[in-house]
């Protein structure tokens, strides 16, 4: 069973930066797009970004212009750079990969964001 492992959630203050990375424990073959997601205390998880096996990506409209995904494919690792954060991006997020019949997500990292 493959793993996703996540990093580089933390603490910022407002308008800081953060880089999360979520890399699979073993080679995955047939992945047919990486996503990025968040959950908020009392929300429903909802997608913050994707990138497909084309390189095609799609953002909420909240993080577009401040957040960037990429994607290493030989290294079965997705990232989020995250810029210009604010408080209300703070969330548990999480990244998932998925394939023609299968989905995996990784644990979550804790991302807070002060004023």
């Known amino acids: 069973q493959v793993q996703l492992v996540e990093s580089g959630g933390g603490l910022v203050q407002a308008g800081g930066s953060l880089r999360l990375s979520c890399a699979a424990s073993r080679s995955i073959f047939g992945i047919n797009a990486m996503g990025w997601y968040c959950q908020a205390p009392g929300k429903q998880r909802e997608l913050v970004a994707q990138v497909t096996s084309g390189g095609m990506t799609k953002y909420a409209d909240s993080v577009k212009g401040r957040f960037t995904i990429s994607r290493d494919n030989a290294k079965n690792t997705v990232y989020l750079q995250m810029n210009s954060l604010k408080p209300e991006d703070t969330a548990v997020y999480y990244c998932?990969?998925?394939?023609?019949?299968?989905?995996?997500w990784g644990q979550g990292t804790q991302v807070t964001v002060s004023s």
């Open positions: 998932k990969f998925t394939g023609s019949t299968w989905i995996v």
